[in-house]
């Protein structure tokens, strides 16, 4: 059980690191594809006076996605293209999609997932160190050449103007009702679905496979069959109509930030501080998922730091899984939301905890069932443990959660070194 978090660039960059580490302590951060490729974006911004170097500002934010404690979303558009190709389904609970690589068994025979990795996060990993490849520079330069072209709205402006009726609506929740109108008119649905195939670049063969397949299930309304296509479509629906009346700016980022709001099914909370983000996140949350503005995250973060700054190590410590009890506290209000906190909150924590050495063993009996040959285990069945690998690199903090570096914490210098040289070891004779 998490409470899993979605965050922009313009609330990412504005938490501080001691914000961030506190941020995770308690929300389980969903880093988005978007948001990687926004940072990446940054390597080729020129270097105003007073700012650092854009590579120590891409290093620095590559810092502050610490890897034990976040997790990296799998590109939207597997998932759209997953839905409409008949796949598999796509739950949008409020979990992260990730990369389900294989299914393992262990010796004794639980079977389980092994979480694989994506190339955003391969390439975090890369930018923590400094390295930057070839692919790297070009894919920045690229990324600024396209996201700051002027008039790439405009022109889209222009084209929603010259077709169809003239939309004049006032406010957001004008927009709201005239979009839910229109994508939920069965009339439109078949239109619309070819429209999803069209836009997401299914092949036409599958096109006519999900058309079949939808007048065989009595041509229900897209949200009732296909719901993160639904998502989809009233994303981009809401942007264009809003786009065409007025209400929505052609500022070139706006194309940009939309992408996050395509992530949205696959978190509790989101964050930003962006106008687009904060006019329409809230016409496509589910009445369950919650939207906060950046600047109030980064207020109630930085008063739970003080807070606790104040305190004894000890009693600091009690604080490592739930936040202080505060009732102006958004945290502490999403904890009571969420998981009860604190008179339902015990439950999170098992009654009697496994000894150290018997989860030592468990550990080591996962891991090595992930590096073992893959089952046959079907999407969407349960299996009884998840794996997933991650790094940790000197720089980072401890994975205890005392907020001090590792290597001054749970590990010295030299064990940690030993540990990495074990570890490349036995990459190497994995790859021999
Ligand atoms: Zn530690």
Redesign the pocket.
């Known amino acids: 059980m998490a409470l899993n978090i979605i965050i922009d660039k313009s609330t990412f960059q504005s938490l501080s690191y001691n914000e961030l580490l506190r941020l995770t302590y308690y929300y389980k951060h969903n880093i988005t594809p978007i948001l990687v490729m926004e940072i990446l974006g940054d390597l080729k911004k020129e270097a105003k006076d007073g700012n650092p170097p854009s590579q120590n500002r891409v290093i620095d934010f590559a810092t502050k996605l610490f890897p034990s404690s976040t997790i990296v979303n799998e590109p939207y558009f597997n998932a759209i293209t997953s839905e409409l190709s008949l796949d598999r389904p796509i739950e949008m609970d409020g979990r992260p999609m990730v990369n389900i690589g294989k299914a393992v068994q262990t010796k004794d025979g639980a079977k389980g997932w092994v979480v694989g990795q994506t190339p955003e996060e391969n390439a975090v990993y890369q930018w923590r160190d400094g390295k930057f490849t070839e692919a790297d520079l070009a894919l920045s330069e690229l990324w600024r050449n396209t996201t700051t072209q002027e008039d790439i709205l405009i022109n889209l402006k222009k084209q929603l103007q010259e077709v169809g009726e003239k939309i004049k609506l006032k406010n957001f929740e004008e927009l709201a009702n005239y979009v839910q109108d229109s994508i939920d008119d069965p009339k439109n649905q078949q239109l619309l679905l070819m429209d999803l195939c069209r836009s997401s670049k299914i092949n036409v063969f599958t096109s006519m496979r999900l058309l079949k397949y939808w007048q065989s299930k009595g041509r229900p309304l897209i949200k009732n069959i296909f719901p993160y296509a639904y998502h989809i479509l009233k994303v981009n629906t809401l942007f264009h109509v809003g786009l065409k009346c007025g209400l929505i700016s052609t500022r070139p980022t706006n194309k940009v930030d939309l992408e996050y709001l395509y992530y949205l099914p696959f978190c509790n909370i989101f964050t930003s501080n962006d106008h687009l983000h904060v006019n329409l996140a809230p016409l496509l949350l589910r009445e369950d998922q919650v939207f906060i503005k950046g600047v109030d995250l980064k207020a109630d973060l930085s008063t739970i730091n003080e807070k606790l700054e104040k305190l004894g190590e000890e009693e600091k410590g009690k604080y490592k899984k739930a936040p202080p009890i505060e009732p102006n506290s958004f945290t502490f209000n999403m904890y009571n939301k969420f998981f009860d906190y604190p008179d339902g909150f015990q439950w999170r924590i098992p009654s009697k905890p496994l000894p150290k050495e018997e989860l030592i063993r468990k550990m080591e009996e996962f891991i090595s069932a992930a590096d073992g040959k893959p089952i046959d285990l079907k999407h969407g069945d349960d299996g009884e443990f998840v794996v997933r690998k991650s790094y940790i690199s000197k720089k980072d903090p401890?994975?205890?959660?005392?907020g001090?570096l590792?290597i001054e914490?749970?590990m010295t210098e030299q064990q940690f070194d030993d540990a990495a040289r074990q570890q490349a070891t036995k990459r190497t004779d994995n790859a021999n």
């Open positions: 401890c994975m205890c959660g005392s001090k590792v914490c749970c």
